[in-house]
């Protein structure tokens, strides 16, 4: 067997012995056969809606409008899977310093981690969708079947290499959290500024009425002024070379078409150089040793549950993905006034929709709420506390930790959004319904399926496939009940939108204790498993 083989053949039985750890042998089977299932239906809807995409265009690849947005879709799995993938630390797969001691080339490590990157949720997902939609377009024009497979593989190597490198510049970044924070807090407030100079506070008076056209003209013209910049930014990128590449070939220009795709490949091989530099760096061991720290002031509290919350939520803060969460509500905001400030502005779905994505930030930390404790996790299951102590105190913290965002982003949409205070106490009452049953939830699985989770990185940090699914799943379940009942409130009577949360957050949080002795018990129940898998 060659190394290459043994590296992937190892991984895939590494991950199915911890899957068995932590299901038992008969639980992998029946979850690897749903998961299967699953999967099977959704990659028939990925490559059959692909397909139909690539149909449309396919057939019109002679117009250059055409060609454009064939070019733009291609640079949304290239480049924007990449970095996506990349900055949510799910780049990372193998664990390169166990193979320290092997005689492994440089070259057979990076692409083993590149293959077997293609498993995870987001690259697979985007995998099926590029390949239905190119085999639509060589179905659609015969002639460009022989170009297809060079762009499929020019675009799922750009993904796959791009996630890799920003998955590890992405710890550099952290380490600089402060720096960052301060210079994206000025180039949001900056770019709100430029990009919306002229517009109104929500729920304009009868005064702003006779202004409306003249401004609605402006940011027509502000639209297409940004269209056009959109446009010369995608002709630079290589994703439209490799779109113009498959027009040429439909028109049966093979040279030319051919001769596009040399600028794809260079800088495919660029990203692919740069990332196997860092892994080479970090596989070495000769990354920079993290400083130690002094001793923490000793500090006291009334209640177990206190001290816990306190002392993971310091934990959470000195994690990597912990500081990095503080972005998000940068991020949140810069979408609402960047892509979405085309939109009609409405607090009925603007606010409640952006403190229910920044719940998103949590789920990491919420479905495994000891992973941070590694090894720590046997004192912290030898302290003369009970289950039920342990897990308040993990809902403490993660509660800080979420708290402090939500404030950060009510800040800076009432700063940068114009926001009223009554829509933002009602949205952070959203988050924190959606915060209490989705803990409700990770409570659970944190115990079913423990995994250890990186304190100094941010790869590596990524949620196994059947976690992912049920994450996005009761995701989705509670901000569309929970944001449904927002928006009813706030539409029968902004008076009674915060009382209503409230009492909505009360019932929450009443069903969470009520529920909380049953996770307790399946806590005590699975100390073992606790140990074996983090200790």
Avoid at 273 to 299: D, F, N
Avoid at 517 to 534: C, G, Q, S, T
Wanted: with cysteine; aromatic share 6%.
């Amino acid at each position: 067997m060659s190394p290459f083989r043994a590296l992937l053949a190892s991984h895939g039985q590494a991950t199915w012995n911890r899957s068995a750890r932590e299901l038992g042998r008969q639980g992998a089977w029946i979850l690897a056969l749903v998961v299967g299932i699953l999967a099977a239906f959704a990659a028939l809807g990925l490559i059959l809606g692909g397909g139909a995409l690539g149909w449309l265009l396919g057939g019109r690849l002679d117009r250059p409008v055409a060609v454009t947005i064939l070019g733009a879709v291609l640079a949304f799995f290239g480049f924007g899977g990449g970095l996506i993938g990349g900055v949510l630390g799910g780049a990372r797969e193998l664990a390169w310093e166990a193979y320290r001691g092997f005689p492994l080339r440089l070259r057979t490590l990076y692409l083993a981690e590149l293959t077997a990157g293609l498993v995870d949720m987001l690259p697979l997902t985007m995998g099926l969708a590029l390949t239905g939609l190119l085999l639509g377009i060589g179905l659609a024009a015969p002639r460009t079947l022989l170009l297809v497979p060079l762009v499929l593989l020019e675009t799922l190597l750009m993904m796959l290499a791009l996630q890799l490198l920003v998955g590890g510049l992405a710890s550099a970044l952290v380490k600089r959290l402060r720096v960052a924070l301060t210079a994206l807090a000025v180039l949001a407030w900056l770019g709100s500024t430029l990009m919306s100079p002229g517009l109104s506070k929500r729920g304009p008076g009868v005064a702003a009425r006779p202004a409306a056209r003249p401004l609605q003209a402006a940011q027509v013209e502000k639209v297409q002024a940004l269209g056009r910049g959109a446009a010369r930014v995608l002709g630079a990128l290589p994703t439209d070379a490799a779109a113009r590449s498959l027009a040429q070939a439909r028109a049966g220009h093979w040279g030319a078409a051919l001769a596009l795709h040399l600028y794809p490949l260079a800088l495919l091989a660029l990203v692919m150089g740069l990332g196997a530099r860092i892994m080479a760096r970090e596989a070495s061991g000769t990354a920079a040793a993290p400083r130690t720290r002094g001793p923490h002031r000793l500090w006291s509290f009334r209640h177990p549950a206190e001290g816990l919350g306190r002392l993971h939520f310091q934990t959470i803060m000195r994690s990597h993905l912990g500081r990095f969460a503080f972005l998000m509500p940068l991020m949140t905001v810069v979408l609402l006034k960047g892509p979405f400030a085309q939109f009609k502005a409405n607090p009925l779905w603007t606010v409640p929709a952006a403190f229910a994505y920044l719940s998103l930030v949590a789920n990491n930390f919420v479905f495994n709420q000891f992973g941070l404790d590694r090894h720590g996790v046997k004192g912290l299951l030898l302290l003369p506390v009970g289950p039920e102590d342990l897990l308040k105190g993990k809902l403490l913290g993660l509660a800080a930790h979420q708290g402090l965002q939500a404030l950060v982003l009510a800040g800076l949409l009432m700063l940068l959004d114009h926001a009223g205070p009554i829509p933002l106490l009602g949205g952070i009452l959203l988050m924190g319904c959606i915060f209490l049953a989705q803990t409700a939830v990770g409570q659970w699985t944190s115990t079913w399926a423990p995994r250890p989770m990186a304190m100094d990185s941010l790869k590596n940090n990524s949620m196994p496939l059947a976690l992912g699914l049920l994450s996005m799943g009761t995701s989705a379940v509670w901000a569309g009940l929970f944001g449904g009942a927002y928006a009813l409130l706030a539409w029968i009577s902004p008076r009674l939108l915060v009382p209503g949360m409230a009492l909505l957050f009360g019932l929450v949080l009443t069903a969470h204790l009520l529920l909380l002795p049953a996770a307790a018990a399946a806590l005590d129940r699975r100390r073992e498993k606790l140990v074996e898998a983090l200790g």
